[in-house]
């Protein structure tokens, strides 16, 4: 086979991994965006009100009320069995800036009087928020974490002002430093997504 054709096809074959990646690298940002500290306004005293929205968060930091669990310290000890908890509560404010980080103002995330004509009776999370508590865990694992693919399935809502814990434990060496875990996010013990996904890990 050619130079040129195996570079086709190699970038054919790569192209649905690079696409989850990017997909996962945009949710990520905005789901960090939102876990990051409240808006704060920037201006002058001329009356302009430019805001920031967590770009005062440094790499690897930790804020109050946010705990993590590891079983393992080491990337190069990582293996089937060990795991990563990180919990964190969701509220208003999170909301607030998830919903403007991501486009989705739906009126069941951010109108009480809505939302509480609808099944819920009240505002929710997005869920895609709520699944961004995976990446952050994830985040926690030692070494560097890539994802490379992630499936969730919603399967109760979550009010505002909710802790949830999502855990992620390796179920599967798949060789080349890629494993695949289970993901899960409870609330008071309640299951709201289920899930898996694959990431590769360099130490």
């Known amino acids: 086979m050619s130079s040129e054709r195996r570079e086709t096809f190699l970038s054919t074959m790569l192209w649905p991994q690079s696409r989850m990646f990017k997909n996962a690298l945009a949710l990520s940002q905005a789901t960090m965006s939102a876990f990051s500290t409240a808006s704060q306004p920037t201006g002058t005293d001329t009356g302009t009100d430019e805001r920031r929205t967590g770009e005062d968060i440094s790499a690897g930091e930790d804020r109050p009320g946010w705990e993590t669990e590891l079983t393992v310290e080491d990337a190069t000890e990582l293996g089937v069995g060990d795991e990563v908890r990180f919990t964190k509560s969701v509220d208003d404010a999170d909301v607030r800036r998830f919903a403007a980080a991501s486009g ?8 009480e009087a809505a939302a509480s004509e609808t099944r819920f009776g009240g505002r929710i999370a997005h869920g895609t928020l709520v699944g ?11 070494g560097t974490v890539v994802y490379l693919s992630q499936d969730m399935e919603f399967l109760a809502p979550v009010e505002l002002d909710s802790e949830l814990t999502a855990t992620c434990r390796i179920v599967e060496d798949l060789g080349d430093s890629q494993f695949r875990l289970t993901t ?20």
Not at 104 to 111: E, F, Q, S, V
Not at 132 to 141: E, N
Not at 188 to 197: H, K, L, P, V, Y
């Open 132 to 142: 961004g508590l995976i990446s952050a865990a994830l985040a926690r694992l030692p």
């Open 184 to 203: 899960v996010i409870e609330s008071d013990g309640e299951t709201c997504i289920d899930g898996e996904a694959v990431v590769l890990i360099e130490g």
């Open 104 to 111: 989705d103002t739906n009126p069941i995330h951010l109108d």
